[in-house]
Structure formats: structure tokens, C-alpha cells
């Protein structure tokens, strides 16, 4: 089913989920082809952050750093 972003912009809430409870699914749509990915177990926020990047406060891409250490 579909579920409304939190704002504008927003591209970490998924919009499209399925079934409910323990085994509830987000669709991660940047992923080609797109994945279901578990909301329960944190699959999905450890996939959108380490993966794609982006953050589950803004939900936006991280800031690319300013400065890296060699």
C-alpha cells in the first residue's frame, strides 16, 4: 500500500509498504532493482543510511564531508 512522506522532499520514508507488525516491509525505490527491506528489525534504516546515505532525521543525502584525514 502507499504511505504519505513526512514532508516534502523527504526521500528516506518509503513509500510503498506491506504487511504489518513484526513482518511490516518499506520498499527502498533507490535501489535498481528496487528491495523490500524489513522497517521491524531496522533493515531498512541501516540500508537508506550506510547505503544510500541518507539521513532518518532530515531525510535527505548526508553532507559531504569538508575535510578528509590521509
Do not use: M
Not at 9 to 31: H, M, W
Not at 41 to 58: D, E, L, M, P, T
Request: with cysteine; glycine share 8%.
Amino acid at each position: 500500500r502507499q504511505q504519505k512522506v513526512r514532508f516534502k522532499g523527504d526521500i528516506y520514508t518509503p513509500k510503498l509498504v506491506r504487511y504489518s507488525g513484526n513482518a511490516k516491509e518499506g520498499f527502498c525505490d533507490q535501489c535498481n532493482p528496487g528491495r523490500w527491506l524489513q522497517l521491524k528489525n531496522s533493515a531498512y534504516w541501516y540500508h537508506k543510511q550506510f547505503f544510500h546515505g541518507i539521513s532518518s532525521v532530515s531525510g535527505k543525502p548526508f553532507h559531504p564531508p569538508l575535510a578528509t584525514k590521509v
